[in-house]
């Protein structure tokens, strides 16, 4: 029971900490009023409302009664009422009393005016509160006719209550606006350590973030910098480490090309330069993997003219542009640049057919990557982006490359915002979708 009214009570709060805060403010605050509102309309309103509706109710019935009595004087009686008693009185003889009567159950005004006139004129009362702004049309049944009665309605309706509306609504809508100025100068500080933790999550370059705010933001902040400086340090003593192996391990290789160039054996040497070769590409890919996150600042690209300069560049190799829509997305481009040439690379490796497609939705844009080749086996999806992960068996044996570029496409993504799925393809091989937020 517990566990399910948590659940409801999770989906209905608002998603921000700033609509939470407000709401732990402002619902106090609306409580208090429902509160104050009800007692006083309890106590007071509905209270001074029906004595001032009886003695109305009285004065008419007393009218009535003398109109009824008195035949002589009629006239007399009407102008007596219309000067003192701010009534306007017509009588109405020969004409059809109204059968239906408008009523607003609603209204407490509505609600007490018809108990009055209930208790007084049983069925043969009929009133308008509605047709007119500050006056009440009322019809009392006489014989043949009617009496006809016009009154203002703050004889039944007191005008204290627009007042008290004033007094309740004014001071709460003040605190609420206090309340949202105050909450939005918290929550900024948080707001930006969210989005410059976001930004340093996805690779792009960030100043010195300032710690603002309440004590306990301002720690998080300065924790903040100090992890992103100690993360800072870290890349760079990797790349740089790698870059020295890089530099180390070329020249020896460089000396053993010249060697197996001077040797004689050529199936040796043939065998021995295939070696090398593939050293060569190991030590590229190593390199890649480690550098691919150099910082690279982000720009607002056609995705449409980014894909067509890589497919460009594999002409005669099988790779197509299927379809390709103009969007607009902020990315680093040579990034992604970098992940699509492994996606393509990895699909030319295993198949002789690749396609590429765009499909954008309201905040994501997709990129479909196809193959014609022999797939991966769905057990094996999210194990194929782990680094140095190769699926021999199923994606061929003989196959350059230490499994990197798929890794080294997910990498990217991630750093973006956004994911790198697998599923079967429509031309039989394997379809990477790359999703990126728009």
Not at 154 to 169: E, H, N
Not at 177 to 205: D, M, R, S, Y
Not at 292 to 305: A, C, P, Y
């Amino acid at each position: 029971m517990f566990y399910g009214l948590n659940n409801f009570i999770k989906k209905i709060l608002p998603k921000r900490l700033f609509y939470r805060s407000l709401l732990i403010v402002v619902a106090p605050i609306i409580l208090l009023q429902i509160i104050i509102t009800t007692v006083f309309f309890d106590s007071l309103w509905i209270k001074v409302n029906k004595g001032m509706t009886r003695s109305l109710v009285n004065d008419v019935k007393i009218l009535f009664e003398i109109y009824q009595t008195n035949r002589a004087d009629k006239e007399e009686i009407l102008d007596l009422y219309n000067k003192n008693f701010d009534f306007v009185v017509r009588i109405k003889e020969n004409e059809i009393f109204p059968a239906v009567i408008p009523e607003r159950w609603f209204s407490p005004m509505d609600r007490s005016l018809r108990r009055e006139l209930k208790s007084a004129f049983p069925n043969s009362y009929w009133f308008d509160t509605t047709s007119y702004k500050e006056t009440v049309y009322l019809k009392i049944k006489y014989k043949n006719g009617f009496l006809q009665i016009f009154f203002p309605k703050d004889k039944i309706a007191p005008s204290s209550v627009r007042i008290f509306a004033l007094w309740i609504t004014l001071p709460g809508l003040l605190l609420i606006t206090i309340a949202i100025f105050f909450l939005k100068n918290q929550t900024k500080p948080i707001v930006n350590l969210a989005k410059a933790a976001e930004k340093f999550g996805k690779g792009e370059f960030i100043k010195e973030f300032r710690p603002s705010g309440a004590k306990e933001i301002r720690q998080a902040a300065f924790e903040f910098n100090r992890m992103r400086k100690r993360i800072s340090i870290h890349l760079n003593q990797r790349s740089e480490m790698l870059s020295g192996i890089s530099h180390d391990l070329r020249t020896p290789l460089t000396r053993l090309k010249l060697q197996l160039a001077m040797l004689k054996q050529e199936d040796v040497a043939k065998k021995m330069g295939d070696d090398i070769e593939e050293m060569e590409r190991m030590l590229n890919e190593y390199l890649e993997f480690s550098r691919h996150q150099k910082s690279e600042e982000t720009e607002r690209i056609n995705l449409k003219d980014l894909i067509v300069s890589i497919v460009n560049n594999y002409e005669n190799k099988g790779v197509t542009l299927k379809n390709g829509m103009d969007y607009k997305i902020d990315v680093r481009p040579n990034s992604i640049r970098r992940c699509l040439i492994n996606l393509i690379d990895n699909g030319l490796s295993y198949g002789k057919k690749v396609e590429i497609s765009t499909e954008g939705f309201e905040k994501k844009i997709s990129i479909l990557v196809d193959d014609d080749g022999p797939g991966i086996p769905k057990n094996e999806y999210k194990n194929v982006i782990k680094p140095f992960y190769r699926i021999d068996k199923s994606r061929g044996q003989n196959k350059a490359g230490v499994g990197l570029g798929l890794s080294i496409a997910n990498d990217i993504i991630l750093s973006h915002g956004g994911n790198i799925s697998f599923d079967k393809s429509p031309i039989n091989g394997l379809r990477v979708k790359v999703s990126l937020p728009s």
